[in-house]
Structures are given as structure tokens and as C-alpha cells.
């Protein structure tokens, strides 16, 4: 099983980045950290509306 990095920029083609929802057991793994990060807030905006709007 691959471990992926942590947020951050991804260095490489084979470099993927990784986020968990401190919420629920929602976890993605993207291609960049921008990707990450608007797949982490579309999931915040639709399972957690509140959790999102204080951030």
C-alpha cells in the first residue's frame, strides 16, 4: 500500500497528496494539492455545511 504525502506541493509524476476529514471517515487522494484541496471543501460545503462555512 502506497503512503502518500501529507498535503504540500507534489514533487513528481508519481507523487500523489492525501487528506482525511476530521469530521468522518471521508479520504481522498489527489494529483495536486489544489485538486485536494477543492475536493476537501466540496465534501465540507456538502457533508458538513457548518464545518464549512467556519472555514
Keep these: 500500500m502506497p ?3 501529507r498535503g ?3 514533487r513528481g509524476d508519481d507523487d ?3 487528506r ?3 469530521l468522518c471517515d ?3 487522494v ?3 494539492y ?3 484541496v477543492r475536493e ?3 465534501h465540507l460545503r456538502s457533508d458538513h455545511l457548518k464545518a464549512w462555512l467556519r472555514a
Aim: one cysteine or more; glycine letters at 4%.
Design 3 to 5: 503512503t502518500y504525502r
Design 8 to 10: 504540500g506541493h507534489v
Design 16 to 18: 500523489r497528496v492525501e
Design 20 to 22: 482525511e476529514c476530521d
Design 26 to 28: 471521508w479520504h481522498c
Design 30 to 32: 489527489a494529483d495536486s
Design 34 to 36: 489544489p485538486a485536494l
Design 40 to 42: 476537501y471543501q466540496a
